[in-house]
């Protein structure tokens, strides 16, 4: 079975720039959108889903922002919304999705990012703490679960293009990295790191300032998590940086599990 996960910054700007081509080529069974900023009734004129995805929608409340999306030919059931963080109980801000397809658990995630403002700052930081307490209860289930997105922290230096020139930014602020490492202890896999080892990169979003695109100097924010159930079905994962050149700003993460898509 193949997952993917895309901050797709946008669905409807995504869908113009040729969405559609790159899913396609990269034909996964299981797609894992974030930012899609749209409801569906937004979606061009004459919009149709590709194939035969059937496709689970938990946007925000606030048009234009934020939200979640994820698309699957391999069954799907909604298992939840939110995470009852303690900040906003009802998930108003679109920022995560529990499905469920055949025994995997897919967790769509679009952390907040917090370099609007220190306020958004506080909101990402207990967003975190309580991330951290929700999430526990995956990492000793039986049954596979992939927690995916975009996690808005670079998490060590391999993670980022320039380290030392971004330590005050959120992202990659200490405390943020801190944390990753306690979510990490507490039972979640990073896929990437289990298979690329200790390398610069490789990356997944890039500025649209400067030459950051053409000379690949970007951050890895973007995830694939798995619990011990996911790491014994791993096969392989990569980065398709083609993806975040085109059809968003990020690049689509792609996964291979040893497990039957229905």
């Not at 059931?77 to 906003?88: A, F, L, V």
């Not at 995956?138 to 996690?151: R, Y």
């Not at 994962?237 to 996964?255: F, K, M, Q, T, Y």
Request: hydrophobic share 35%; charged share 25%; glycine share 8%.
């Amino acid at each position: 079975m193949r997952i993917v996960t895309w901050n797709l910054n946008g669905i409807r700007a995504a869908h113009r720039k040729g969405l559609y081509d790159f899913m396609n080529k990269i034909n996964s069974d299981i797609w894992l959108f974030q930012e899609v900023r749209a409801l569906p009734e937004q979606m061009p004129k004459g919009w149709q889903p590709i194939g035969d995805y059937e496709i689970i929608w938990h946007p925000a409340k606030k048009k234009g922002y934020s939200g979640v999306s994820t698309w699957s030919r391999a069954g799907i059931t909604e298992e939840g919304r939110g995470i009852s963080t303690s900040i906003d109980i009802a998930d108003n801000e679109g920022r995560v999705l529990h499905t469920k397809h055949g025994k995997l658990h897919c967790i769509n995630i679009y952390l907040p990012n917090g370099g609007a403002n220190i306020e958004r700052q506080e909101f990402k930081d207990q967003w975190l703490e309580d991330l951290l307490i929700w999430a526990k209860k995956f990492t000793s289930m039986d049954e596979p679960v992939l927690l995916c997105g975009d996690l808005n922290i670079a998490h060590t230096e391999n993670d980022i293009w320039n380290p030392s020139g971004n330590r005050n930014t959120s992202g990659f602020l200490k405390h943020e990295r801190e944390w990753f490492s306690r979510f990490l202890s507490s039972g979640w896999h990073d896929l990437f790191r289990m298979e690329y080892g200790d390398m610069k990169g490789p990356y997944s979003w890039w500025s649209n300032r400067g030459q950051a695109r053409a000379l690949d100097r970007g951050w890895r924010i973007d995830y694939i998590l798995a619990n011990d159930a996911a790491l014994n079905i791993f096969e392989k994962i990569s980065v398709l940086r083609e993806g975040g050149l085109v059809v968003s700003d990020h690049a689509p993460l792609i996964v291979d599990l040893s497990i039957k898509s229905h």
